[in-house]
């Protein structure tokens, strides 16, 4: 069953503990008033992420998330790996190209994210992928694509030996 939100009534994606966090969003042109929840971290799934990226911080490079539905590829536009991820994502014709002006000044306000807390707290890049359809079908499909364009830029993220050796010889 598609959901949006927990349990509780929270959407897990403003649950993070951002400098723009708040109790109340908005989606569709409603408001909830604690879809972000009762407080930053105050669901267990957004505790448990947080929990994640800080025990793997120093060996994370770059974190994907995968969304549904709007059809897009973003960038957190702050760093060259999002940003060269979601280029070729847009590039391979398998997302159209983010909206010009920011998300939240396009859509709705968007406010207390995994994407926004990994960058504020631990300057993490991200690439946000919203499939168009369906997660299992619309990812699978898609998966060759977004694995070679990790795969492109991964000489971004380690470079081989390679690579290193050919930067000591100039």
């Known amino acids: 069953k598609k959901k949006r939100f927990n349990n509780n009534g929270v959407d897990i994606n403003r649950n993070f503990a951002t400098n723009n966090w708040q109790g109340a969003t908005r989606w569709k042109g409603k408001t909830f008033v604690r879809g972000g929840g009762k407080a930053a971290f105050s669901e ?20 994907v998330s ?4 709007g059809n897009l590829a973003l ?10 991820v979601s280029a070729a994502m847009r590039e391979a014709k398998e997302f159209k190209p983010p909206p010009k002006r920011s998300f939240s000044k396009t ?12 960058w504020q707290e631990h300057k993490i890049p991200h690439v946000l992928l919203e499939l ?4 299992a079908d619309d990812f699978n499909r898609r998966r060759p694509v977004f694995e070679q364009a990790i795969l492109s830029f991964s000489e971004q993220v380690q470079p081989t030996k390679t690579s290193q050796a050919k930067k000591q010889r100039r």
């Open 132 to 135: 168009e359809r369906e997660l």
């Open 107 to 118: 859509f709705y306000p968007v406010t207390g994210t995994f994407a926004q807390w990994l």
């Open 66 to 69: 995968i969304h549904c539905c």
């Open 44 to 63: 267990p799934e957004a505790r448990m992420l947080s929990q994640i990226v800080n025990r793997y911080k120093d060996q994370i490079k770059v974190v």
């Open 75 to 84: 960038s957190d536009r702050k760093s060259k790996i999002s940003n060269a």
